[in-house]
């Protein structure tokens, strides 16, 4: 099964480090892949194949989590059905509208 973690509020760095450690903490709930939407001014996707640890070595994810300072949302993927893929990696993009399930 999946796993999903969440942060709001004003997020600073102590929050964000917690946030980090939460998806962490997740990650035996899904090592398959990794993702989160931050929301900030704008909102941000990253996502990548394996562990948080993987998605942290990705710079998209260092501009994901600058932008966050009103929410943080993550995800860690136990592959049930479909294959190991981006395309599966959550979270989902369908025009205006991201989610996590």
Same mark, same amino acid.
């Given at each position: 099964?999946?796993? &999903?973690? +969440?942060?709001?509020? *004003? =997020?600073?760095?102590? /929050? %964000? %480090?917690?946030?980090?450690?939460?998806? /962490? =903490?997740?990650? !035996?709930?899904?090592?398959?892949? *990794?993702?989160? !939407?931050?929301?900030? +001014? @704008?909102? %941000? &996707?990253? %996502?990548?194949?394996? @562990?948080?640890?993987? =998605?942290?070595?990705?710079?998209?994810?260092? @501009?994901?989590?600058?932008?966050?300072?009103?929410? +943080?949302?993550?995800?860690?993927?136990?592959? @049930?059905?479909? !294959?190991?893929?981006?395309?599966?990696?959550?979270?989902? /993009?369908?025009?205006?509208? =991201?989610? !996590?399930?």
């Amino acid at each position: 099964m999946c796993g &999903i973690v +969440l942060a709001t509020g *004003t =997020l600073a760095t102590n /929050e %964000k %480090k917690m946030f980090k450690r939460m998806l /962490e =903490l997740d990650t !035996v709930r899904g090592p398959h892949s *990794t993702g989160i !939407v931050s929301a900030g +001014l @704008t909102t %941000k &996707i990253s %996502k990548a194949l394996g @562990t948080p640890w993987d =998605l942290f070595q990705c710079k998209h994810f260092d @501009t994901a989590m600058t932008n966050a300072s009103r929410a +943080l949302i993550g995800h860690n993927r136990y592959a @049930t059905q479909g !294959v190991i893929s981006r395309q599966n990696a959550h979270p989902f /993009e369908h025009g205006d509208y =991201l989610g !996590v399930h």
